[in-house]
């Protein structure tokens, strides 16, 4: 079993990892050799939509998930101090030989299209009104964190945007993970997505966690 990297950040700014992050943490784990033969010849761009506390691209760093060295781990965020959070949790686990920039956007906003070879997405996916608006200044520290957890309509506002552009992020090669939870109805968005786009979609890993059931599917290109 690969070790989960040590975390310590201010959780009224930053969501803290929960049994939906390890759920990705063992999604990858799972998926180790696959990606390790997948890019084994050639450096691939890693890019983390959401990083949060940082828990995700550093376990990917630290356990050499993607085989090449000197592959670019991008961790995205909306969230001015997940990105801070997510370079400090590279520094406590001493991730010193990635390359690893962090990005504040909005989802692949500021990312060039078909660059991406491995995406990670653990969305705000609980069910609720709305989005939250993006607060006007960074001490909202409230606000920041509501953004980590509602997902609009179904909990799919946020998923269904990233589902939309996945043509366009992901490299011919590309690969993206992605968590669902039951009340985002995955089986019924993953048969449209299908209907509309021609892909491969697998289950990687599903659990009960508590009420909430959470599932991570695979998307590559057909
Ligand atoms: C459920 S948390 C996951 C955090 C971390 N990846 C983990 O697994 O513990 C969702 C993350 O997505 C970020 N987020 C929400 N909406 C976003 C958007 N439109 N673009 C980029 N990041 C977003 C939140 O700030 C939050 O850090």
């Known amino acids: 079993m690969l070790p989960t990297p040590y975390v310590k950040c201010d959780y ?6 929960a049994e939906d992050s390890f759920l990705i943490l063992d999604c990858l784990e799972k998926e180790h050799e696959f990606l390790k033969q997948r890019f084994s010849n050639s450096l691939a761009i890693v890019c983390e939509i959401g990083s949060g506390s940082g828990i995700v691209t550093t376990f990917l760093m630290q356990n050499k998930i993607i085989p090449q060295e000197n592959s670019i781990h991008l961790a995205v965020d909306i969230n001015p101090w997940a990105l801070e959070a997510t370079l400090d949790t590279a520094k406590l686990n001493s991730c ?4 690893l920039e962090v990005i504040q956007t909005d989802l692949n906003s500021s990312i060039r299209n078909n660059q991406v070879d491995v995406l990670i997405f653990n969305p705000p996916y609980v069910p609720a009104e709305s989005v939250p608006d993006v607060p006007e200044s960074r001490e909202e520290a409230d606000q920041w964190l509501d953004l980590a957890l509602l997902g ?3 909990g799919m506002a946020i998923t269904d945007k990233l589902l939309q552009q996945l043509e366009q992020i992901l490299s011919p090669d590309g690969v993206a993970y992605i968590l669902f939870c039951a009340r985002n109805k995955p089986k019924e968005v993953i048969q449209t997505f299908l209907n509309s786009y021609r892909w491969n979609v697998k289950l990687v890993e599903t659990r009960k966690a508590g009420w909430e059931v959470l599932s991570v599917y695979s998307f590559t290109r057909r």
Request: hydrophobic share 15%.
């Open 152 to 154: 609009g309509k179904d």
């Open 96 to 99: 010193k030989n990635n390359f």
């Open 12 to 17: 009224h700014k930053v969501y803290e990892p």
